[in-house]
């Protein structure tokens, strides 16, 4: 069983910077491809970005390309996401994902599947 926590999310302005941090209980945190989701008011989850096990390979939806980076330590069980440039559109709150698997690539955390992994999330309110 692996409990995820973020943090991080909190008011800024537009064109502002916010860096998210998730935290894994799990033993085997460098086992896991992990990933961050979105949900805005009314609306579905979306896939924000992913990496894999190593580090060596991420994946970004197109609106996030350019301004948010997701990294990950693996000695201290911790993934983030550095979001850059903010928008009142990224206003969501934002989820941490996680999957077993050493084969799960970046781009495969764009699919949720029922084995995933879920934090409660952190808000995230970007105003104009």
């Known amino acids: 069983q692996v409990q995820l926590v973020e943090s991080g999310g909190g008011l800024v302005q537009a064109g502002g910077s916010l860096r998210l941090s998730c935290t894994s209980s799990?033993?085997?945190?460098?086992?896991?491809?992990m990933g961050w989701f979105r949900q805005a008011p009314g609306k579905g989850r979306e896939f924000v970005a992913g990496?894999?096990?190593?580090?060596?390979?991420?994946y970004y939806t197109d609106s996030a390309k350019g301004r948010f980076t997701i990294s990950r330590d693996n000695d201290k069980k911790m993934v983030y996401l550095q979001m850059n440039n903010l928008k009142p559109e990224d206003t969501a709150v934002y989820y941490c994902?996680?999957?077993?698997?050493?084969?799960?690539?970046?781009?495969?955390?764009?699919?949720?599947?029922?084995?995933?992994?879920w934090g409660q999330g952190t808000q995230v309110t970007v105003s104009s």
């Open positions: 994902a996680a999957r077993l698997g050493l084969i799960t690539t970046a781009q495969g955390m764009a699919t949720p599947n029922e084995s995933d992994y």
């Open positions: 799990g033993r085997t945190f460098s086992s896991y491809a």
């Open positions: 990496i894999r096990w190593s580090s060596t390979d991420t």
